[in-house]
């Protein structure tokens, strides 16, 4: 009888010829519940390092970039805001004044000049 070396275990027959039977094996698949989480891990399974440390690459960037983009619009938008009240606020409140003192005038016009 001849004898096959493999992991330093002396087997009888060829590697490919011995079946390796799992306990998952035993169940049907209709049994099987798999979680979401489980099916992402086995993922990992079929795509090289390589693909999965690009992949991790390009989500992590993404997010990173997303966030920075986030605080600039948000500091851009707060600069604009206050920079444009506290231009115009000064502005609105002098024409105010000046059409309340316009609107005084006309009053003790039409007061003085009244029929």
Known sequence: QHYYITNNLRMAAPPAMIEDVDDLDLIPDEELE??????????????PR???????FV??????SSLWLYHFIKSAIWITTTSAI??????AIEITQI????DMKKVRQEKLFAK
């Open 59 to 64: 989500a992590t960037t993404t997010k990173t």
């Open 50 to 56: 390589s693909a999965r440390t690009g992949g991790a």
């Open 99 to 102: 059409q309340a003192a316009d």
């Open 86 to 91: 506290i231009m115009a606020l000064p502005v």
């Open 34 to 47: 798999e979680t979401y989480l489980e099916r992402i891990i086995g993922l990992r399974e079929m795509f």
